[in-house]
């Protein structure tokens, strides 16, 4: 009897600590899933939907990356578990002319083919993200010479350029303000490691975060690539009371005037 009451005591007392660690797992698991689209992918990563969906978290791009920049994420991470990701502020992502991180996945979560210009592998063209400068901390935008991130960044006077303008408040120096070329931008975060202030001033954001997506009803008439949206375009109509009416009869009543 007292064996039974033993083994039930024991058992209910299992059974209560397993539900609670799998609240736990739980609740973490939809932290990290919450958190994912602020998450920086190695080079060559597909949209973070599909790349979830393919990477089986080996860890081979991991172990590849001779910077030690890429992690996986672990519990208490807010990323996806298992998922490779990296930190610019504590290593940026080097620009590894063979990007070595691309080729050992097995699975191609890591798109070899984004990254690759003429049959050969090119850093210069990847996607991780973009530069976000914060113009209420950078010392630039106070007036104080500064050019850290302009400096660091691989593709010197590309990604980030300097535009000069007067201080009006000083009367005798210029303002040279970083401006990020979002098309040239590959989100390496050089520039967000090598920034001066206490928390960087520029921070490398997720593409899809950092930029917005004009829709093809906006067209660069003057750029012949930007055109081609237009094959994707559809016109939408609308009916109101006055478009029932003749444009002539529409301008004679000016009875809505007063």
Known sequence: ????????????????????????????????AIASPLTLRPPGALVEDDFLKACIKCGLCVEACPYDTLLLSKPGDNKPLGT?????????CYMCPDIPCVPVC?????????????GELDINIAEMGVAVVDAHSCIAFWGIQCDACYRACPLLGEAIKIEYSQNKRTGKHAYRIPVIDADAC??????????????AAVAILPTQVALGKVGDYYIKGWDKEDEKRLENAHEIKSTTDISKRSAMDSLNDSEDLY
């Open 84 to 92: 490779p990701y990296f930190v610019p502020r504590d290593i940026p």
């Open 186 to 199: 590959t989100g390496c975060g050089l520039c967000e490691k090598a920034c001066v202030t206490e928390k």
């Open 1 to 32: 009897m007292i064996s039974d009451r033993r083994k039930f005591i024991l058992n209910t007392a299992r059974a209560v600590g397993i539900t609670a660690i799998g609240g736990f797992v739980w609740s973490a698991y939809v932290e990290e």
């Open 106 to 118: 097995p699975t191609g979560a890591l798109d070899e083919s984004s990254v690759t210009t003429d």
